[in-house]
T-cell receptor
Framework: GENVEQHPSTLSVQEGDSAVIKCTYS??????FPWYKQELGKRPQLIID?????GEKKDQRIAVTLNKTAKHFSLHITETQPEDSAVYFC???????????FGKGTTLSVSS | KAGVTQTPRYLIKTRGQQVTLSCSPI?????VSWYQQTPGQGLQFLFE???????NKGNFPGRFSGRQFSNSRSEMNVSTLELGDSALYLC?????????????FGEGSRLTVL
């Protein structure tokens, strides 16, 4: 079955810096790659997603890149702010809207 | 529109007991998936249901089971509880047709096994 590896497990940056989180997946049949943000004590929420027919997608300060050949995708957050502090999960599935296989998460801390 | 509702929110059980958790999806969502969240392992996929049928299953022992009803509500059951089953159990619902792929999560049921 699918396996998703996520790095780093923790990431500390200064406010205004960029943050990059990387994930690799094992199943070449996976076609949908979302990123979820989970703040302390809250439920995970989708922040951005990308499908296999797209190489890059951007939404304001957040961007995701996908290299299907290498089976890896990355989350880029620019101009980080303290409210970006949370746990970020990457995930993969064969079809959007179906169950996800998650990475183990990255705890991002943004200090002001 | 009401979000995903999970009950109970908190529960304490002892080893050997069983537990049933409930999940009511967003109205119109027919897909429900369950996840176990622990500090060391992140979000681990348990199973997925669509139209009362189990569509996919994660790598968990047979003590973990689930079902989905005709109104899309879902339950999961854990029998013969072990200390290691202590976790936050999250369910998520989604629309599996159209362009959207977002899973909407409930607040979870926090299970403590003593």
């Amino acid at each position: 079955g699918e396996n998703v590896e996520q790095h780093p497990s923790t990431l500390s940056v200064q406010e205004g810096d960029s943050a990059v989180i990387k994930c690799t997946y094992s199943d070449s049949a996976s076609n949908y790659f979302p990123w979820y943000k989970q703040e302390l004590g809250k439920r995970p929420q989708l922040i951005i997603d990308i499908r296999s027919n797209v190489g890059e997608k951007k939404d304001q300060r957040i961007a995701v890149t996908l290299n299907k050949t290498a089976k890896h995708f990355s989350l880029h957050i620019t101009e980080t702010q303290p409210e970006d502090s949370a746990v970020y999960f990457c995930a993969a599935s064969k079809q959007a809207g179906t169950a996800l296989i998650f990475g183990k998460g990255t705890t991002l801390s943004v200090s002001s | 529109k009401a979000g995903v509702t999970q009950t109970p929110r908190y529960l304490i059980k002892t080893r050997g007991q069983q537990v049933t958790l409930s999940c009511s999806p967003i109205s119109g969502h027919r897909s429900v998936s369950w996840y176990q969240q622990t500090p060391g392992q992140g979000l681990q996929f348990l199973f997925e249901y669509f139209s009362e049928t189990q569509r996919n299953k994660g790598n968990f022992p047979g003590r973990f089971s689930g079902r989905q009803f005709s109104n899309s509500r879902s339950e999961m059951n854990v029998s013969t509880l072990e200390l290691g089953d202590s976790a936050l159990y999250l369910c998520a619902s989604s629309v599996t047709s159209g362009d959207t792929g977002e899973l909407f999560f409930g607040e979870g049921s926090r299970l403590t096994v003593l």
